[in-house]
């Protein structure tokens, strides 16, 4: 059984900075595994945000493209998502996923409020 736990959310101002984590956990080798992180805003769809492949290449969205940096670490089985310059827009819940062995797993979700 795989498990994804997101933290790191928050309530900041607009310009601010988070750091968000997904721990991994489960009998998989997460370093052959693509992790991704979506957010989805009230009303709005899932969307993809930043995703980051086994061997470490990185591709965003361009709403965040310079300011969110997707890193990983393989000894910890753990993704991070680095958001600086926050925006009221960047408003969401954010969600940990990966499809491993053919099977889609998401975490509960971390909110992360940008609001003076």
């Known amino acids: 059984q795989v498990q994804l736990v997101e933290s790191g959310g928050g309530l900041v101002q607009p310009g601010g900075s988070l750091r968000l984590s997904c721990v991994a956990s489960g009998s998989f080798y997460f370093n052959s595994y693509t992790m991704n992180w979506y957010r989805q805003a009230p009303g709005k769809e899932r969307d993809l945000v930043a995703r980051i492949i086994s061997g470490g290449s990185a591709y965003y969205t361009d709403s965040v493209k310079g300011r969110f940096t997707i890193s990983r670490d393989n000894a910890k089985k753990t993704v991070y998502l680095q958001m600086n310059s926050l925006k009221p827009e960047d408003t969401a819940v954010y969600y940990c996923?990966?499809?491993?062995?053919?099977?889609?797993?998401w975490g509960q979700g971390t909110q992360v409020t940008v609001s003076s």
């Open positions: 996923n990966s499809v491993i062995r053919g099977y889609d797993y």
